[in-house]
C-alpha cells in the first residue's frame, strides 16, 4: 500500500497548501491511504468540519487531531457523523468521537489509522502504549488488515521512539506529530516498521512553530500575557512522510521524507 502521511496543517498558508497540492500529490505518488493530521488548522487552533471537508475533498482518506482537538467547539458533533476524522484513543471512555478508524483502500484491503497522545510535558491522559496494545489485539495486521498506521501526538522524541520500537513489526508506520518540526531519522525499525519521531508541520516556517515568530518570540522575552498568537502568513511547506508497504505483512518496504514549497529544501519521494 502507497501511504502519504502529512504533518499539523497551521493555519490558512497551511490549510491552502494541502487544498492546492494534495490532489496532485496524491496522483502523482498513486497514493493510496492519505492521513493529515488537521489539528491546528483553524487559525493555530483545532479543526472546524467546513475544513476537515475541505481536506477530504482534497484527497485525504483520515484526518487525525491531538491536544488541539476541541479548540473549535463545532467539531464535538461532526465527530459522531464522520468516523474518517479522529481524536486521540487514549481520551477517557465518553470522550466524543472516536480514536481509531478502519477505512476501505480499494481491490478489498483495509487500512486501520489511530492516534494516541503522549503523556511526557502534555496534559496526561490514559496510557497511550496500552491502548495501542488493545486496538491492535483486535485486528490482524496483513490478515485482516493490510496496513496500520499510529500518529503518536507527543511532545517529547523519547515516548515516540519507544512507541515505536515497543509495536515495532506490529504496524506499519509510527509517525510522530505536535512538535512542527519534521525530524531527520525517518527509517525501516528493525522489525519492518517506518517510523518517523516528527513529521513536521504543514505550515510557514519562518515563524515559530507555525506562529507568527515576533509575537511568538515576545512571550519569552516578556512574562506577561501578550495577544493571541496567530499563525505566520508566509507560503507553507508540505511536511510529511510516503511509506511502501508489503499488503501480505503490512510492513513497510519503503519511506521517504516529504517536504514541498515554502522555506524548508525540497524533498520528494522518487
Ligand atoms: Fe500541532
Ligand atoms: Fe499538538
Request: proline share 5%; aromatic share 6%; glycine share 12%.
Amino acid at each position: 500500500m502507497r501511504i502519504l502521511f502529512l504533518g499539523d496543517v497551521v493555519g490558512r498558508s497551511g490549510r491552502d497548501a494541502v487544498v492546492t497540492h494534495l490532489p496532485g500529490l496524491r496522483e502523482r505518488l498513486g497514493a493510496e491511504l492519505v492521513v493529515v493530521n488537521g489539528e491546528n488548522a483553524s487559525h493555530g487552533f483545532g479543526l472546524s468540519p467546513d475544513m476537515a471537508r475541505a481536506f477530504l475533498a482534497a484527497g485525504a482518506d483520515v484526518i487525525t487531531l491531538g491536544n488541539h482537538a476541541w479548540d473549535r467547539r463545532e467539531i464535538i458533533p461532526y465527530l459522531e457523523e464522520q468516523p474518517r476524522v479522529i481524536r486521540a484513543l487514549n481520551f477517557p471512555p465518553g470522550t466524543p468521537g472516536r480514536g481509531a478508524v478502519e477505512v476501505a483502500v480499494g481491490d478489498g484491503r483495509r487500512a486501520l489509522v489511530m492516534q494516541v497522545m503522549g503523556r511526557l510535558f502534555m496534559d496526561p491522559l490514559d496510557d497511550p502504549f496500552r491502548t495501542v496494545q488493545s486496538e491492535l489485539a483486535k485486528h490482524r495486521l496483513g490478515v485482516t488488515i493490510q496496513a496500520a498506521i499510529l500518529d503518536i501526538h507527543a511532545e517529547a522524541t523519547s515516548e515516540k521512539q519507544a512507541m515505536a520500537h515497543s509495536f515495532d513489526g506490529m504496524l506499519s508506520l509510527v509517525v510522530g506529530t505536535h512538535t512542527h518540526v519534521p525530524t531527520a531519522d525517518h527509517r525501516i525499525l528493525p522489525g519492518g516498521t517506518a517510523f518517523q519521531t516528527d513529521a513536521g508541520m504543514c505550515g510557514d516556517y519562518d515563524s515559530v512553530i507555525g506562529m507568527q515568530k515576533g509575537g511568538a518570540a515576545l512571550r519569552f522575552w516578556r512574562k506577561m500575557p501578550g495577544e493571541r498568537l496567530a499563525p505566520a502568513e508566509g507560503e507553507a511547506t508540505l511536511c510529511g512522510l510516503f511509506v511502501e508497504t508489503e499488503d501480505s505483512t503490512g510492513l513497510a518496504r519503503r519511506v521517504s521524507a516529504l517536504r514541498m514549497g515554502g522555506g524548508l529544501e525540497a524533498a520528494l519521494p522518487a
